[in-house]
Structure formats: C-alpha cells, structure tokens
C-alpha cells in the first residue's frame, strides 16, 4: 500500500547530539511536511517542502534544519537536542494542484526522548 | 490573538449514542475545514473535509457543520462504537495561506465510547 513511512518509530539521543529523523513517501505527493506534537497539543507545522522549495514557519526554531534529496525522501535535523524537544515529530505529505485541494496524509511519527 | 478551540475534557458517551464535538475559530478565515481522527501512538488520519460556502459534510456516520459566521464546526458521530474512540483534531487551510496546503490544528477532543 501506498504510505507515509518514519524511522525510526522510537528514538533515544543524549542532550546536545546531533540527530536525524526520516521519512520517506510513495504516494508521489510533492509537498512534504514537518510536525512536533507534544502531549495532548495541537500538532506544530515546523517547515515544508513544495517539491524542492524549502519553506521554515517563521517561529521555529534554527536547531531545526531539513532536507529534502528527492521526491520520496524528507529528513529533519535537530542540531543540538534540548530537553524541551523531547516529542513526537510527525511528517505528512499532500499533493498540490491546480483547482483542488487533497488533505495530508501522516506518517506514524517518531517519539524523540532526550537523556 | 488567532485560537483554535476544541473541548479540552474528554467526551464519554454510550454506545450507540450521536457523538458531538465542536471546533471554534477566532481571527481566522479558512477556506476550508478538515477533521482527523488521531489514535494514540499513531499519526493522524484525515476524516473529511468541508469549504467555506459549505454547511455540512456528509461520510457514512460521520457529518460536519461549518458555520463561518458563528466560526465553528460541529462534527457528528452517529451510532458510536467503542472503536470510534480516539483524539479528533480540527485543522483550517487559510484562504490566502498559499498553494501548500498549509494547515493549523487545534488540540483536538479525546472521545470515548462506552460499551
């Protein structure tokens, strides 16, 4: 079936080291997107990519990077973990096109801890 | 300032019974309206979607209001199962908020349904 895939489902970093968090698609949507969701609140648009068009939300933070290498695959960087990012990153993709709009589709999330 | 407000308290109903739950708005214009249905440990799941010159939306047991003078939705849960138990999340697409599909979600409202 067609889907939103993460990696991993579970994932574990010291503070301050460095870590990244995937996801790849075969639905061939050409927007994807990054979410933080901490316990019970709304999930967090951090940025998206409209094929290779980075977009950043103007308050997330610069510890948080992504890149895009092609259609299928979207990755987040988070430079140097705090505590406070200690949550579930959710990414979700959608297709854009003219004259219509498709919701997003998720993927199961990773749940970051921070030690 | 812009809120999304969804009922914080979890709602409990029987089985079998219309399950209502209420997404309201303030300081925004969405061009469209969607619900998902979140379960725990997994991402979320788009339910339905309704437009600003739509009142309701109808899928099987599910039907959503939209009333963009009140700035609120109403979503219905018919004959309610137990299965029908989970976290339901509004999201609003902005009119303007570009050809991304960019959306913004409120906390969502934790159902549960009682055998």
């Known amino acids: 079936d067609a889907m939103v895939i993460q990696n991993p489902r579970y994932q574990v970093t010291q503070f301050g080291k460095p870590v990244t968090l995937s996801c790849s698609q075969t639905l061939n949507h050409n927007v994807m997107y990054w979410y933080q969701q901490k316990s019970s609140q709304a999930p967090k648009l951090l940025f998206h990519?409209?094929?290779?068009?980075?977009?950043n939300e103007a308050d997330t933070p610069d510890n948080f990077q992504s890149r895009r290498p092609n259609t299928s695959f979207c990755f987040l960087d988070i430079r140097s973990p705090g505590l406070g990012d200690a949550a579930m990153y959710l990414c979700?993709?959608?297709?854009?096109?003219?004259?219509?709009?498709?919701?997003?589709?998720f993927g199961d999330g990773t749940r970051l801890s921070i030690l | 300032s812009q809120k999304i407000e969804q009922n914080s308290e979890a709602l409990n109903i029987q089985e079998g019974k219309t399950a209502t739950l209420t997404c309201n708005y303030t300081n925004y214009s969405p061009a469209y309206l969607q619900w998902y249905r979140q379960d725990p440990g997994r991402g979320p799941v788009f339910l339905l979607l309704?437009?600003?010159?739509?009142k309701e939306k109808r899928k099987e047991r599910l039907k959503v209001t939209f009333d963009t003078t009140l700035k609120q939705s109403l979503f219905h849960i018919t004959a309610s199962q137990p299965a029908d138990s989970a976290t339901y999340l509004c999201a609003l697409h902005l009119r303007g908020g570009g050809a991304t599909n960019k959306l913004i979600f409120g906390t969502g409202t934790l159902l549960a349904v009682q055998p």
């Open positions: 309704i437009r600003e010159n739509e």
């Open positions: 990519y409209y094929d290779k068009d980075f977009n």
């Open positions: 979700a993709t959608s297709r854009v096109e003219q004259g219509g709009y498709q919701p997003q589709h």
